[in-house]
T-cell receptor, first 114, second 113 residues
């Protein structure tokens, strides 16, 4: 049973426009949500996170929105740049007993065209 | 500061062979873990450790062994490799805290023929 789902395998956007990546979860015990970015032949790198007590967190061009009632979060990238082309993973943490374990979604391949 | 270091980067094994994937971190993190990445499956947890001498199973532990004798090192052993273990393996470390933020190594691409 996939507790974290990214239903869009890929997304293509034009440079300068907004990229919106979506993620759904089923486990109500998750209390932190994280986004990771992965380039080919590299390990995932942390991008941004949000606590379940917030509904928005912003860091430069990246904003994560959390809708707890819908068990849905999204990552907005504005404006999108060609260097943002990568695989994006949504992940969730059960903070109370996480021990550094995260549950990941399947990933979304973002392609930003010049 | 190297972060999380994994070796080797690439490995080809024959079915039935054994090998150890090495992982070391220099951030003095308590927690370490191993994930595998397969197409369409995201990253799945194999084993994790909350400190030296303490390990536990993740979502997909079968066919893998781990041990943690020091804070820095967390090797992953494949006892008898199978084609189903063809994957990209990532080691990660994290400090204690509710966020669970992981720091990943660069990965090992393993092919089992």
């Amino acid at each position: 049973d996939q507790q974290v789902k990214q239903n869009s395998p890929s997304l293509s956007v034009q440079e300068g426009r907004i990229s919106i990546l979506n993620c759904d979860y089923t486990n109500s015990m998750f209390d932190y949500f994280l986004w990771y970015k992965k380039y080919p032949a590299e390990g995932p790198t942390f991008l941004i996170s949000i606590s379940s007590i917030k509904d928005k967190n912003e860091d430069g061009r990246f904003t994560v929105f959390l809708n707890k009632s819908a068990k849905h979060l999204s990552l907005h990238i504005v404006p999108s740049q060609p260097g943002d082309s990568a695989v994006y993973f949504c992940a969730a943490s059960d903070g109370g007993t996480s021990y550094g374990k995260l549950t990941f979604g399947q990933g979304t391949i973002l392609t930003v065209h010049p | 500061n190297a972060g999380v270091t994994q070796t080797p980067k690439f490995q080809v094994l024959k079915t039935g062979q054994s090998m150890t994937l090495q992982c070391a971190q220099d951030m003095n993190h308590e927690y370490m873990s191993w994930y595998r990445q397969d197409p369409g499956m995201g990253l799945r947890l194999i084993h994790y450790s909350v400190g030296a001498g303490i390990t536990d199973q993740g979502e997909v532990p079968n066919g893998y062994n781990v041990s943690r004798s020091t804070t820095e090192d967390f090797p992953l052993r494949l006892l008898s490799a199978a084609p189903s273990q063809t994957s990209v393996y990532f080691c990660a470390s994290s400090y204690s805290g509710p966020e669970g933020k992981l720091f990943f190594g660069s990965g090992t691409q393993l092919s089992v023929l």
